[in-house]
T-cell receptor, first 117, second 109 residues
Framework: NAGVTQTPKFRVLKTGQSMTLLCAQD?????MYWYRQDPGMGLRLIHY???????AKGEVPDGYNVSRLKKQNFLLGLESAAPSQTSVYFC????????????????FGPGTRLTVL | KQEVTQIPAALSVPEGENLVLNCSFT??????LQWFRQDPGKGLTSLLL?????REQTSGRLNASLDKSSGRSTLYIAASQPGDSATYLC????????FGSGTQLTVLP
């Protein structure tokens, strides 16, 4: 049981290049999330998915696209990378729908450190 | 929009000391609040989750309290150890998790 894994761990891009970050979870979770973490700003939600084939925008979606073709995978794409997208990207997953009585802890991957030159 | 503030931003204490980390948030209409731990270069690990109807939650040497009406939560760490050194993040849960910037804790041997 690997939990949440992310590929790659590190990447350096030039401005304008594209790339895809892969997140995989083996816990059969319905919800998956992509965050970015920048110094002094905490984690901010980019996009999330409530199930296979569905995606939704988070707080900072501009410049990113996502896809959830399989329940266990959530892909984050950068079509034309910009220096402002230099960040650490975290994927997370959780089991159940958020309610006032839920205990849906989010499980995080180890992160991908992306530098855009 | 939910805003989360964590004070202090950094804290250094000698081993064995009891300590309190503070978290305040602006929107009290939360489902729950979570405390996470983040080690350098690693992902986040959930420590405690407090439901909106609860006042506190305990796990080992950790105790988290929640005062939803005033928009405050505290994380109490008893008998701190060097292995507790990490960044601690709080995240109230409304439509989504909103994270504070964290408190970087260093426990000196």
């Amino acid at each position: 049981n690997a939990g949440v894994t992310q590929t790659p761990k590190f990447r350096v891009l030039k401005t304008g290049q594209s790339m895809t970050l892969l997140c995989a979870q083996d816990m059969n979770h319905e919800y998956m999330y992509w965050y970015r973490q920048d110094p002094g700003m905490g984690l901010r939600l980019i996009h999330y998915s409530v199930g296979e084939g569905t995606t939704a925008k988070g707080e900072v979606p501009d410049g990113y696209n996502v896809s959830r073709l399989k329940k266990q995978n959530f892909l984050l794409g950068l079509e034309s990378a910009a220096p402002s997208q230099t960040s650490v990207y975290f994927c997370a997953s959780s089991l159940i729908i958020r309610t006032a009585t839920s205990t849906d802890t989010q499980y995080f991957g180890p992160g991908t450190r992306l530098t855009v030159l | 929009k939910q805003e989360v503030t964590q004070i202090p931003a950094a804290l250094s204490v000698p081993e064995g000391e009891n300590l309190v980390l503070n978290c305040s948030f602006t929107d009290s209409a939360i489902y729950n609040l979570q405390w996470f731990r983040q080690d350098p270069g690693k992902g986040l690990t959930s420590l405690l989750l407090i439901q909106s109807s609860q006042r506190e939650q305990t796990s080992g040497r950790l105790n988290a309290s929640l005062d939803k009406s005033s928009g405050r939560s505290t994380l109490y760490i008893a008998a701190s150890q060097p292995g507790d050194s990490a960044t601690y993040l709080c995240a109230p849960h409304t439509r989504q998790l909103t994270f504070g910037s964290g408190t970087q804790l260093t426990v000196l041997p």
